[in-house]
Every structure is written in C-alpha cells, then in structure tokens.
C-alpha cells in the first residue's frame, strides 16, 4: 500500500527565504506526482505535475523535483512572500486510473 | 474558462438521512473523481468515473456510492449517514483521469 510522507508538517519563516518542502513515497511505481496548495477551508489548487518520466518541473517562484528511485519529490519555493502560506499537499498516482494518494501537508506560514 | 464547481457547498444532515453532493467538472473533462478530507485522515480517495463509468474506488463502505452522466457532470450519494462522515467532501476533474487533477471548493457536509 503507497504511503506519502510529507516533513516538516508545519514551517515558519521569514518572508523572503528560500525554503524546500520534502515529500517521500513508499512505492516507487508511480505514474505521476502533484504538488497542490490548500487555503484553510477552501479547495485545492495544482501547483505542480510531474510526470514519472520527469526529474523535474517548474512554475514561477516554485520548482519541484522528482527522484522516482528513491521515493523522494521536493518543492523548492523562492523569495517567499506572505501570500505563499497556506498548506501544501504531495499526491502521488500508482496507475492511470487509480486515486491519488495524499500526504498530510506541510503547514507554511510567511511572517511579514 | 469556468473552474470545478460543487454543490452545495455546506450541507447539515442528521444520522441515518441521506444526502447527495453534485460536482461539475471542467469543460471538456471527462473524468471525475471525489475525495474525503477529515483532519485525522487527511485525504482519502472514494471513487472516479470517466465516460460514464466507474474506473477506480478506494477503500470506503458501500453506503458511499456515486454516478457521472453524459454531460460528465457527476453526484455522489451517502446513504444512513453517520457522525464519522463529517468532511469536507472534494471532487476533482481531468482529461482523462491520469493527466493533471482540478479540484473544486469542495462540499462541507456536518452531520449531527
């Protein structure tokens, strides 16, 4: 059974540092990963898709990578601002039509 | 282009009712999945259907059961509700299932 770990589960920096969230998985047989924020209450929003194939992707401020051998996916966000706190959740997917499977999160707070 | 929408986005049930939680995904679209979010087990997924049919389900009692219609938009039932099914109750819409999820705000469902 996959299981997604996501460390450290909660985090409190600065504004405008660096910061590198991990995410790690059991099973290295997956089809793909996706990195997704959640603001409290609300739905979740896709930061990022990796596909197996891939080491890594990038959008913006944020780049993910993907070391499918050893179970591990980070993502790195630059210049962090205020608006970037929010939960951030690791999902990974075994097969094509299989669910996602989902890690608890990483609480981020950005101190002004 | 319009995003995932679900409705209602708060529902109040007592044990034993039933409900029914509608989500239309993306233009396009063509698979849907729902997923269970409680804060002690996180996110966990129910089922996806593409075309019409159900590909996947996940770990959860028969009295979790949904559909997807032609027009791809789909509802999920829970039948003889119970205290435990208080989430937030999340659906997610891709291509073809396997590429990039979208989730909508989600459907807050307490049952007292």
């Known amino acids: 059974k996959q299981e997604v770990t996501q460390i450290p589960a909660a985090l409190s920096v600065p504004e405008g540092e660096n910061l590198v969230l991990n995410c790690s998985f059991t099973?290295?047989?997956?089809?793909?990963l996706q990195w997704f924020r959640q603001d409290p209450g609300k739905g979740l929003t896709s930061l990022l898709l990796i596909q197996s194939s891939q080491r890594e992707q990038t959008s913006g401020r944020l780049n993910a990578s993907l070391d499918k051998s050893s179970g591990r996916s980070t993502l790195y966000i630059a210049a962090s601002q205020p608006g970037d706190s929010a939960t951030y959740l690791c999902?990974?997917?075994?097969?094509?039509?299989?669910?996602?499977?989902f890690g608890k999160g990483t609480h981020l707070i950005i101190q002004p | 282009k319009a995003g995932v929408t679900q409705t209602p986005r708060y529902l109040i049930k007592t044990r034993g009712q039933q409900v029914t939680l509608s989500c239309s995904p993306i233009?396009?679209?063509?698979?849907v999945s729902w997923y269970q979010q409680t804060p002690g087990q996180g996110l966990q997924f129910l089922f996806e259907y593409f075309s019409e049919t159900q590909r996947n389900k996940g770990n959860f009692p028969g009295r979790f059961s949904g559909r997807q219609f032609s027009n791809s938009r789909s509802e999920m039932n829970v039948s003889t509700l119970e205290l435990g099914d208080s989430a937030l109750y999340l659906c997610a819409s891709s291509l073809t299932g396997n590429n990039e999820q979208y989730f909508g705000p989600g459907t807050r469902l307490t049952v007292t």
């Open positions: 099973d290295s047989a997956i089809y793909n």
């Open positions: 999902a990974v997917r075994r097969g094509g039509a299989d669910g996602l499977t």
């Open positions: 233009s396009g679209h063509r698979s």
